[in-house]
T-cell receptor, first 112, second 112 residues
């Protein structure tokens, strides 16, 4: 069984569109994260969720909004996509904040 | 704000050699230190987590140490194999109030 899964694996879309990326973990973890890995392969935290509450919000545009329907899911919704949003987005989870993190396989987003 | 630096940025060695990857951090009040590997086009795989109260962790041919006083962690890989070729990242899973912090990684190539 996959511990942290993301869908879709690839996402190609036009500028200005709205899209969502889904993430699910079956580890029973309390904390989930979204990271962005840019073309230079540098990983940056975007959001952290602990027990359905946003606890860390890095300086990302408000076009990005995390949505957590339950503890096992943290979806990323992006409005009005821009060229600069093209990157690989990774979801991760840990038992609690600061604990060992387990990553999903990533979603490669390409904005044309 | 925690900053994590990894040296070297790239390393190429013949198969069978023992090698050391370095990770340094600016805030000695580090909570945990986690090492990952990332294969091309893939997500991150957790290798080792050193908790704040520990000095080292071992898994197979991998040994990671943490020296909080000097702000350093090292990942030792014994008897390297071509399958070890990947990018290795260290991270402070709890980077303080500014969030979670990754280094930029060491791109490792093991020559057959």
């Amino acid at each position: 069984d996959t511990a942290v899964s993301q869908t879709p694996k690839y996402l190609v879309t036009q500028m200005g569109n709205d899209k969502s990326i889904k993430c699910e973990q079956n580890l029973g973890h309390d904390t989930m994260y979204w990271y962005k890995q840019d073309s230079k392969k540098f990983l940056k935290i975007m959001f952290s969720y602990n027990n359905k509450e946003l606890i860390i919000n890095e300086t990302v545009p408000n076009r990005f909004s995390p949505k957590s329907p339950d503890k096992a899911h943290l979806n990323l919704h992006i409005n009005s996509l821009e060229l600069g949003d093209s990157a690989v987005y990774f979801c991760a989870s840990s038992q609690d904040l600061g604990g060992e993190q387990f990553f999903g396989p990533g979603t490669r987003l390409t904005v044309l | 704000k925690q900053e994590v630096t990894q040296i070297p940025a790239a390393l190429s060695v013949p198969e069978g050699e023992n090698l050391v990857l370095n990770c340094s951090f600016t805030d000695s009040a580090i909570y945990n230190l986690q090492w990952f590997r990332q294969d091309p086009g893939k997500g991150l795989t957790s290798l080792l987590l050193i908790q704040s109260s520990q000095r080292e962790q071992t898994s197979g041919r991998l040994n990671a140490s943490l020296d909080k006083s000097s702000g350093r962690s090292t990942l030792y890989i014994a008897a390297s194999q071509p399958g070890d070729s990947a990018t290795y990242l260290c991270a402070d899973p709890w980077g303080g109030a500014d969030g979670l912090t990754f280094g930029k990684g060491t791109h490792l190539i093991i020559q057959p």
